[in-house]
């Protein structure tokens, strides 16, 4: 079984500053397979990017990610106020087939 | 593209079966991946299993005794059976769909419901 983990646990940033999550895997993982979503309380998640770099649809550019193998970071340029959410890498692949990380917190600082 | 509404009861007590349905609106079930999460409260996600066109189902190994997945293509419906329940399955169970770039898989959950939350207790 892969094991994703996401450091750090939390960021506290201003709005305005750069983001910097990262996501490792405990083995190799496709770079066509690796995502990251966005939730905040009470919402389900929201796919931000696919393919370890693909942003997905409607997704600001704000938003890049890079990576291959076992190091994968999710970007955010500069934060804006509706950025303030939990992350999660998610990796398809490996049994079981889907699996997830434990998440990294975004909060004000 | 649609959205996913999944439905069924919001208390399950212990040792029985918790079933929920998720209802695909705008959109048709076939050729897509459909899947269920969960995720208990203030934790992470976890995958549970998927069920993809004519049926065919895989599921996590560490639920794969206890789960069972359905679908019913002419309502536009995929269901979620779990057996033996106990308060380690109390969580928001979501649906979600398994998108594609044209003909790639993504291997990425692009379509969520809004969840629901389940909660096992006597």
């Known amino acids: ?109 | 593209q649609g959205h996913l509404q999944e439905s069924g009861p919001r208390l399950v007590k212990p040792s029985q079966a918790l079933t929920l349905t998720c209802t695909v609106f705008g959109g048709s079930t076939s050729g897509y991946y459909w899947n269920w999460i969960r995720q208990p409260p203030g934790k992470g996600l976890e995958w549970i299993g998927y069920i993809y066109g004519t049926g065919s189902t895989i599921y996590n190994p560490s639920l794969e005794s206890r789960v069972t997945i359905s679908a019913d293509t002419s309502k536009n419906q995929f269901s979620l059976k779990l057996n033996s329940v106990t308060a380690a399955d109390t969580a928001v169970y979501y649906c979600a769909r398994v998108g594609f770039s044209g003909y790639d898989f993504q291997g990425a959950f692009d379509i969520w419901g809004q969840g629901t939350m389940v909660t096992v207790s006597s």
């Open chain 1, 1 to 109: 079984e892969i094991v994703l983990t996401q450091s750090p646990g939390t960021l506290s940033l201003s709005p305005g500053e750069r983001a910097t999550l990262s996501c490792r895997a405990s083995q190799s993982v496709s770079s066509s397979f690796l995502a990251w979503y966005q939730q905040k309380p009470g919402q389900a998640p929201r796919l931000l990017i696919f393919g370890a770099s693909i942003r997905a649809t409607g997704i600001p550019d704000r938003f890049s990610g890079s990576g291959s193998g076992t190091d994968f970071t999710l970007t955010i340029s500069r934060l804006e106020p509706e950025d303030f959410a939990v992350y999660y890498c998610q990796q398809y692949g490996s049994s079981p087939l889907f699996t997830f990380g434990p998440g990294t917190t975004v909060d004000i600082k």
